[in-house]
């Protein structure tokens, strides 16, 4: 007869293989979800309770890309409270499953206003800082949440938290964290292990979607303004137009008044340093800059979402005082006062895409024929 298997064992087997098909699922996931919200969340769901890992809570942090020695919250997963947390593990369990069926469904309903998540994403944490999430980063290991200290406001459970370093082929790119602060549970060695596994796989997949969100932007993008470039704001416009409603989408066009005597008088790089500092200008001057386009030259589009003639009117004067009542540096020694031009429309029923944008293409060049520095639609 072969040989009895120590019911230990056999438990210890039966959580690796569940923690390999579950590594396989996340892995899978991560990867196919391309952008890094879609990524981050694929991770957090395979940890968390219900089809995951079991635990109750889970978060990212990531190495922050503009201030150097800090990692940002970027995303959480979790209920607010047991009550809540028995709540959900129970509606999960009473119905058919599997990870990629709650991914989806999570996916479409989740909200960024969740209080552990908004929570989060305010949270900034030091890489010299002394909790488990600063230590993992900085050792590149995974490090229990009672050997470090409290330094985040009470956010990790010194308990049952785990923190693991997300470590990419750049390099410790973040940590993933997670918790039972609810249930008590505490973790073996296991599932330890398999934790700081998944950890790898949100590395790989952080690095793969922030390069596939590179790109997109590059392809997208204006070199010299960072803007959006002519094809960004024509795909932004055709969608919009299909499902815009009259009086509720809004199209401006701003154009630089005698740039050409610009580039003569003052040369090129003066010119592509007037634009560039537009750009900023008019991003800083709207709600959502990524409506904000460089249409060609040194003519630019904002597309207004939602907003009607006289809304649109009122930005529009705004945007031209914006331009006019403050000279732009264009060198360390020098800065140009400007003008600019500026055309405007509003969707009406009955439009196309071109009729559209010819309507404020054409009310530009009344505000350029009839002087100038003015709005015009």
Known sequence: MPPTVPEELQRENAALRHAITLLHEVSRLAHGALELEATCYAVLTGVTAGVGLGFNRAMLFLRDRTVRGVLEGTMAVGPRDRAEADRVWKAIEATEHDLPMLYDAGLKARSAHAPLDQQVRRTRVPVEGGSAVSRAFREGR?????????????LLDSATGLAAPLTGASGVE?????????TGVTSDPVLEHVFSLVADQAARAVENARRFEREARAARTDALTGL???GALMEHLTAAVRTARPGALSLVMVDLDDFKRVNDRFGHLAGDALLAGLANRLRGSVRDAEAVYRYGGEEFSVVLDGVGAEAART???????????EPFPVSDAQTLTVTCSVGLVSWAAGMGLHDFVDAADQALLTAKRTGKNRVVG
Request: glycine content about 16%; cysteine-free; charged content about 30%.
């Open 315 to 325: 930005l529009a004067e705004r945007l031209r005082r914006a331009v006019a009542d």
């Open 228 to 230: 959006g470039h002519h």
């Open 142 to 154: 995974l490090v229990r949440a009672g050997d470090g200290s409290d330094d985040l406001g009470g």
């Open 174 to 182: 973040g940590v993933l964290y997670a918790d039972n602060v609810f």
